[in-house]
């Protein structure tokens, strides 16, 4: 006779059980999930799109989940138009094809797109919803500032690249393109616009975009492609803000470390630009054929003591010049050696060839033993450290990694 009172309860607990679901479902989010038939018009049609690359099993992934699904939420309040922003996801166990377009090589992987077109840059950023939804902010704000005085120009900050254009109007073609192009290359750049009668005296035969190097003393260098053609500006840009020699941060380590590419790096002191200058330009005279094979790089000395420490060097022996191979470190025997036509180019080619790694094992390479030399030459192979900055490398503590295998070198 009791089951009466037991009933409602049930029904109360069924009830609870249904409301709890109801405000935790996922699917209450706006997260498109995209497949090989969707994903390149919902990517094209959107301004940003925030994609999360994961795999159900990854317990990673799965930590995620929710968060992103509450970001999504958040953001969505904010920009409801789908146009502005997509949030999105890609289960790469079903979906292989699209995680070997996109080159996936750690779950959870965050990119981040525009129009269509991959960013360089991943959301590396904390996993909590304010950080996440602040990300995205930061992404809609405006890469582009307007000029309000020409004076302005004389006050800029000449340690940075500026890109600036002057325009007859904001409803231009060439003027969309332009921020199109300030939107991809917003954090390498500084993007600049005048308007109208302002920069009628810059425009003197029609729109015109120049860009200024850092250096008080360097020259202007003007764009002389056309302005609405994307590829075009956005090649041109992209060689002016992005240099061949990349300053490596604690911030862009783990991105670095994650293109796969060995690092040969200059350690310098950070008020020793001389150095640097000198770096850059043989590196850019020696070295052009070798970039997609080898990351060019310089370091502040007194941020990365460990490294220096590493190959057994201290800040008071900087500049100094290393290949990370992400085995072992190799040291460029000294910094004046610059001067020496090709010296640089041939440290390279020694790592691409095996011979740093093979002198490590074996010693001094025979070839490079003086004849009647070799039989008083005593075998005495090298002892380069073991990388350093491979452990700037995403952590196994906060992804899985599907393939952390490279070539010995």
Avoid at 386 to 397: C, M, N, R
Wanted: glycine fraction near 4%; hydrophobic fraction near 35%; aromatic fraction near 10%.
């Amino acid at each position: 006779m009791k089951l009466p009172a037991v009933l409602p309860s049930l029904e109360f607990n069924y009830i609870t059980i249904l409301l709890v679901t109801w405000f935790y479902n996922p699917s209450r989010s706006e997260i498109t999930s995209l497949d090989s038939g969707n994903i390149d018009e919902t990517l094209n049609n959107a301004d940003v799109a925030l994609v999360n690359f994961y795999a159900d099993w990854c317990r990673f992934s799965q930590m995620l989940h929710p968060i992103f699904e509450e970001s999504s939420n958040v953001v969505r309040e904010e920009f409801p138009d789908l146009k502005q922003v997509v949030f999105a996801r890609v289960d790469c166990d079903q979906h292989s094809d699209i995680a070997m377009r996109y080159r996936i090589s750690k779950y959870p992987t965050l990119k981040l797109f525009r129009n269509g077109m991959m960013m360089k840059r991943e959301y590396r950023g904390q996993r909590s919803v304010s950080a996440i939804a602040d990300f995205i902010r930061q992404q809609k704000v405006d890469p582009v500032k307007e000029i309000h005085d020409l004076e302005e120009l004389k006050t800029l900050d000449r340690s940075k690249r500026h890109i600036i254009g002057f325009f007859e109007g904001k409803d231009s073609e060439n003027y969309r393109t332009f921020e199109k192009v300030a939107n991809i290359l917003r954090d390498d750049g500084v993007f600049l616009a005048a308007h109208g009668s302002l920069s009628k005296p810059e425009r003197f035969s029609g729109d015109n975009v120049i860009y200024k190097p850092p250096g008080e003393n360097s020259p202007d260098m003007v764009y002389l492609g056309s302005l609405s053609h994307f590829d075009l500006i956005y090649a041109w840009a992209q060689d002016k803000c992005v240099p061949m020699v990349r300053e490596i941060t604690f911030e862009n380590g783990e991105e670095l470390t994650e293109e796969g590419l060995p690092f040969l790096i200059m350690f310098h002191l950070k008020e020793d630009t001389e150095s640097l200058e000198k770096f850059q330009h043989e590196v850019a005279r020696q070295l052009i054929g070798e970039k997609g094979t080898i990351n060019f790089l310089h370091a502040d000395c007194e941020k990365f003591r460990h490294p220096l420490l590493h190959i057994q060097k201290t800040p008071a022996d900087c500049p100094v010049i290393a290949i990370d191979s992400f085995r072992h470190m190799y040291v460029f025997p000294d910094f004046s050696d610059l001067n020496v036509p090709g010296k640089l180019k041939q440290f390279v080619q020694d790592l691409h060839s095996g011979k740093l790694h093979r002198e490590f094992h074996h010693g001094p390479d025979p070839t490079d033993v003086t004849p009647g030399q070799q039989d008083n030459q005593e075998e005495v192979a090298s002892n380069p450290p073991e990388s350093s900055f491979q452990k700037l490398a995403p952590s196994e503590t906060r992804y899985t990694i599907l393939n952390r295998d490279r070539d010995e070198l």
